[in-house]
């Protein structure tokens, strides 16, 4: 398994994603980090199963929600550049470093 850093930007998204679901339900913020986390883990310990996508990055999809964790494999880490809902304009992220 490869550690996994999130950006900032990418961890405020999370966070914000979070709040903004258990808002709407309560449980739900819970379930949405959970399913982020079973993705997040899953491309931690199998690096190349994301899907390959553009800027040399990858993503996985967290079960049950509209969103994809865009991440680079690093010599030593995961990088996860975006918490990414899937109507938000592809490559947002792209200045992220």
């Known amino acids: ?6 950006l900032e930007e990418a961890q405020d ?13 309560k ?11 079973a993705a997040t ?12 996508w553009k800027l040399r990055t990858r993503r996985v999809f967290p079960k049950g929600f509209p ?7 690093e010599p030593s880490e995961l990088v996860v550049f975006a918490v990414a809902h899937f109507k938000r304009r592809p490559t947002y992220w792209r200045s992220r470093k």
């Not at 398994?1 to 999130?6: G, H, L």
């Not at 969103?67 to 494999?73: A, E, H, N, P």
């Open 41 to 52: 883990a899953l491309a931690s310990a199998h690096p190349k199963l994301g899907s390959p």
């Open 27 to 37: 449980g739900l913020g819970d379930r949405f980090r959970e399913s982020v986390e």
């Open 13 to 25: 998204e999370l966070l914000e994603q979070i709040s903004y679901y258990e808002e709407h339900q």
């Open 67 to 73: 969103f994809s964790v865009v991440y680079r494999i």
């Open 1 to 6: 398994m490869k550690p996994v850093r999130f």
